[in-house]
């Protein structure tokens, strides 16, 4: 019998670990790793798994020594984690295989690492597997095609502890029609939307729901409407007769800004339970959107798009990016500006970095200006170029936008614009669970008695109860995720 172990290293303390809001609903992680999940299903049956996250769990000696194969798979971010894993393995003897993200451009830094299955497991892992059997596997697999979604299995969902998790994910879609310059995305993945049939999402979803999920669930998807049609006649009416009896289930994705042109595609994805969109706006300035090819985002009023999404009944967040070759020192300002009028409460904002990979990364690289890798977290006021704009102007800045947007004051000012925009969807349960009575309790006594925002939570608190009480359990979230991001700006900047 082969016995495998999977590996996920700790993540560091990131804008999206939400580290410091988990702790108010007793959650250790925020996500659960679907790669490896899903890579295990893609083994032989007969093989033996078992899978550490170790953003939840340590990592024992004992888990080690037990296993034939250590499985590795890591997110760019989860970089130093990874490499102490990768150390600490080798050292107790283990055959490693890793494959993500992080191992496109690191085959050389991570010498002891045995096997690398690299791009998209359903067609690189096979062939290693093939290989193993035949006692001849090669030390790296890589391919420049594309897997067909169909052959995408369900995640392994009985290897983890779903009560350690704020919320679980599936995969829709890979690949994105758009070509944003700094993006990886489209590098790995490709500009075609490969997309799973209905009847995969909800088998996926029923394995979820059999396995006890009760609420929020993520599509991982970099864009969700890559495929328009597809969504509108087949995907979205399935899911909204599937949580017909379900609407403990809610959802969340990442979309481009062109959703708010459609309102037909907004109000079924409303009406399947879709509550939350990423939406990736960057910057309000023409030029720098001209310079990153960022085209769906040009030549539009982006604080009315994010408008028009709050009003359809979806929660905008949106990433935000400084340190463009156009950007002047105005763009420090005028982003603060924009992010607290379109009331987009969760807004990361990170200096700019260019991904392996990216035609950024090309570009920049010609032109003498790469430094490094780069982080993999967008917040860590790292960038891993030379920028045009003066590095300390522009560190500078960036620390003036933090404090614009994540200050109480400013911070809560921004969820009240949002509140009054936002029309939340009556199909979304408003049910208490004991888990979220606790965070409000807990917010009541961090936050409210001991929190430096005390006045502005207080505030809040009775403006939302007077003004939208059905958003209150909004509000209290949100008071909570600001706590979290004063603590990640604290830490960085
Ligand atoms: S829209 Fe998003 S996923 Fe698509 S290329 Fe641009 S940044 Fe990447």
Request: charged share 25%; net charge negative.
């Given at each position: ?37 899903t890579?295990?299903?893609?083994l ?27 499985f ?9 984690a ?18 993500g ?65 704020a919320?679980m994910?599936?995969?829709?879609s890979r690949g ?52 328009k ?6 995907i979205?009416?399935a ?38 969109v ?16 960022k ?22 967040q ?58 993999g ?47 939340k ?29 005390r ?6 608190f ?15 979230t ?5 706590f ?10």
């Open positions: 019998m082969t016995r495998v172990l999977m590996v996920y290293p700790e993540f560091p303390d990131t804008f999206w670990s939400f580290r410091h809001a988990l702790k108010f609903i007793s959650k250790k992680a925020s996500m659960p790793p679907l790669g490896l999940l890579v295990a299903a893609l032989p049956q007969e093989w033996e798994v078992s899978l550490v996250d170790m953003n939840v769990q340590p990592l024992t000696r004992h888990d080690i020594v037990w296993a034939d194969y250590v590795i798979s890591a997110m760019v971010a989860q970089r130093d990874t490499h102490r894993v990768v150390a600490r393995c080798k050292e107790l003897g283990a055959t490693i295989v890793a494959g993200p992080l191992f496109l451009a690191e085959e050389e830094r991570l010498e002891q690492v045995d096997h690398f299955v690299l791009n998209e497991a359903e067609i690189t892992l096979p062939a290693f597997l093939h290989d193993l059997e035949a006692g001849t596997p090669r030390r790296i697999y890589s391919t420049t095609a594309y897997a067909d979604l169909a052959s995408t299995p369900v995640p392994r969902w009985d290897l983890i502890d779903l009560r350690h998790y919320t994910c599936i995969q829709y994105c029609p758009f070509n944003c310059d700094f993006c990886n995305i489209t590098a790995m993945l490709g500009h075609v939307p490969r997309c799973k049939s209905a009847e995969q999402i909800l088998t996926e979803l029923d394995a979820l729901y059999a396995a006890g999920w009760r609420g929020g669930v993520f599509f991982v998807d970099d864009n969700f409407i890559g495929n049609r597809k969504l509108k006649e087949e979205l009416p899911l909204i007769a599937w949580r017909q009896d379900k609407e403990e289930m809610s959802f969340q994705t990442e979309a481009s800004v062109n959703l708010a042109d459609d309102a037909e595609l907004m109000d079924l994805m409303v009406r399947a339970g879709f509550t939350t990423f939406v990736g706006i960057e910057t309000p300035d023409e030029d720098s959107l001209s310079e990153c090819s085209v769906q985002n040009k030549g539009r009023d982006l604080v009315a798009a994010v408008k028009t999404m709050q009003r359809a009944g979806l929660e905008v949106g990433g935000f990016i400084v340190g463009f070759d156009s950007d002047t020192p105005a763009i420090f300002q005028r982003q603060i500006d924009f992010i607290q009028n379109s009331g987009i409460v969760t807004a990361m904002v990170g200096l700019l970095q260019a991904p392996y990979g990216t035609r950024l990364y090309e570009r920049l690289q010609r032109e003498g200006r790469i430094l490094d890798q780069f982080s977290n967008n917040t860590d006021s790292t960038m891993n170029f030379v920028p045009k704009m003066d590095p300390q102007m522009l560190r500078e800045g960036y620390r003036r936008i933090l404090e614009g947007i994540y200050t109480p004051r400013a911070y809560y000012a921004r969820v009240r614009t949002f509140l009054r925009e936002y029309s969807s009556h199909t979304v349960r408003t049910r208490i669970t004991r888990d979220e009575l606790m965070a409000f309790l807990r917010s009541i006594y961090v936050l409210g008695i001991r929190g430096r925002e006045w502005e939570f207080w505030r809040l009775l403006w939302t109860l007077f003004r939208r009480p059905r958003l209150f359990p909004n509000a209290i949100y008071a909570i995720y600001g979290h991001f004063r603590r990640i700006c604290e830490a960085h900047v």
